[in-house]
């Protein structure tokens, strides 16, 4: 598309907007996501030559109401009447163009799908992007990813589309997407890493739609903190370097420095939440030298606020930090009994490290080994089978 | 995630996979399998499957699931009640986290 950049970014950022607006007004997911791709067609093409029209966003949901008009007209003589009426609505008295991204994350997010649904949905109706790009992105076939997209649609249609899983639903699943491209970003999976800037740009949509929800703003620190990390977490062959032996001038000052003043301000006017104190814990590993003893404090607060077994093998390791390994090693000792986290690779592997610290190498490297083998990811096991030497 | 479900039952109909089946495949008879070995650097052909025995699978799909929770369901609907069974088999990925 020929398009400068500028109308592609307010076409992108008022594309959810225009398609919440229709879906509100005349549902059916289908047909006014057709009438919404038309819509950005039509001023893709006109905007660059015709300028801007005065108010974008009207001017889509215009285009895009009149084109499902004409697309149902043939259909349904009664319903043509209804939306012909909606379709002159004066836009005075409607949620704002943010409210409209937000509503529709939460039908994306309905509780009656199941999280790769949702994650789908929400790429492709948020976000914008086209179904093969979603399918690249999670590497399956495009075939695939066509039908979970429209099923989870049909889903939606026969759920109904007042039900939904709320804002903790939303950031959820902006989390999942950030982890599914954060995890991947390196060597033939770079096209995945676009996923953490998507998720960045959704979650500060629906932090500026809710500005004043601490959680939304723990969640967009939690992301920044951890991308700012991104360039020095693999090297250039594809092997993971730990938090520790990171090169830390190729970490992302702006990035830490805009997700730490986040999540301060978040903690000091709104009440406490795991994506905030997640976001607390990731800006004290960015700092030099780690405070392991504020980070021992906020993992017994997460502890107590949203208990799990990820989070007692994080508290023990930053115990084992304060205290001395066996201390942490003591900890672990709970988990082996919790079929949770009980054949998890990372209880092994942390097992292995504390054990190291400790002196006892011959048992960390069986450890290593055992978590080797139970993990599925090839640079993971890499490292373990590094560190069990 | 990916996982391989190696079929110990005859193949059934794939609705139930739709959005999670990668792709699937349906073996022919395991007597005009080949096994191919090697020893001392000389391959050698064996007539039969590699691992011998009644218990052959009869096919396989490719699925991309939420969770191995999730994939031992679909394993239980390709069932369906019917004898037989299905194995699980988690596929290595090439994204990890760092530790």
């Keep these: 598309m020929s398009a400068p950049p500028r109308v592609e970014d307010l076409l992108r950022d008022l594309a959810p907007q225009v398609l919440g607006v229709l879906l509100r007004r005349h549902g059916g997911f289908e047909e006014c996501e057709d009438a919404v791709q038309e819509a950005l067609l039509a001023a893709a093409t006109q905007w660059p030559v015709e300028g801007l029209p005065d108010s974008p966003r009207s001017w889509l949901v215009t285009v895009a109401s009149r084109r499902l008009v004409d697309h149902v007209r043939s259909e349904q003589a009664r319903r043509r009447r209804e939306l012909t009426v909606a379709a002159m609505e004066p836009e005075g008295a409607e949620p704002s163009g943010h409210d409209d991204t937000l509503n529709l994350l939460f039908l994306c997010c309905h509780p009656a799908l199941s999280p790769a649904s949702q994650v789908a949905l929400t790429l492709r109706a948020v976000g914008g992007l086209t179904t093969a790009e979603v399918a690249r992105a999670f590497l399956v076939p495009e075939a695939t990813m066509a039908v979970r997209i429209s099923r989870a649609k049909q889903k939606i249609k026969t759920a109904g589309s007042f039900g939904h899983g709320g804002l903790d639903a939303v950031l959820h699943v902006l989390y999942l997407i950030f982890n599914e491209g954060y995890t991947a970003s390196s060597g033939p999976d770079l096209h995945r890493a676009e996923l953490t800037d998507e998720a960045i740009r959704l979650t500060r949509a629906v932090h500026r739609s809710r500005p004043d929800d601490g959680e939304v703003a723990g969640l967009l620190a939690l992301m920044l903190l951890t991308d700012a990390r991104r360039a020095a977490r693999t090297a250039p062959d594809g092997a993971l370097i730990p938090l520790d032996d990171q090169d830390r001038d190729r970490w992302d000052r702006a990035l830490i420095d805009e997700g730490t003043a986040l999540v301060t301000d978040a903690m000091s006017r709104s009440p406490l939440g795991p994506y905030q104190l997640q976001a607390a814990i990731a800006a004290l590993h960015v700092q030099s030298p780690t405070d392991w003893e504020q980070i021992r404090i906020l993992y017994v607060v997460l502890q107590r606020l949203a208990p799990n077994p990820m989070v007692t093998l994080n508290h023990a390791v930053a115990v084992a930090m304060t205290r001395g390994p066996q201390a942490g090693l003591d900890l672990l000792e709970d988990l082996d009994d919790d079929p949770r986290i009980a054949r998890h690779h990372r209880l092994h592997a942390v097992r292995a490290h504390l054990q190291d610290l400790a002196g006892d190498h011959e048992a960390a490297r069986e450890n290593y080994l055992l978590a080797a083998r139970l993990t599925t990811s090839l640079p993971e096991q890499r490292y373990l089978r590094e560190k069990a030497g | ?99």
């Design chain 2, 1 to 99: 995630m990916k996982f391989l479900l190696n079929l110990y039952v005859e193949p059934t109909e794939e609705a139930a996979l739709a959005g999670e089946l990668l792709c699937g495949q349906v073996f022919a008879d395991p007597s005009i399998t080949a096994a191919v070995r090697s020893h001392d650097g000389v391959a050698a052909v064996t007539e039969g499957p590699y691992t011998p025995g009644s218990d052959q699978p009869t096919g396989c799909y490719l699925i991309d699931c939420d969770s191995r929770e999730r994939a031992l369901e679909v394993a239980a609907l390709i069932l369906a009640g019917r004898d037989g069974g299905v194995e699980v088999r988690p596929l290595m990925d090439s994204a990890g986290m760092e530790m």
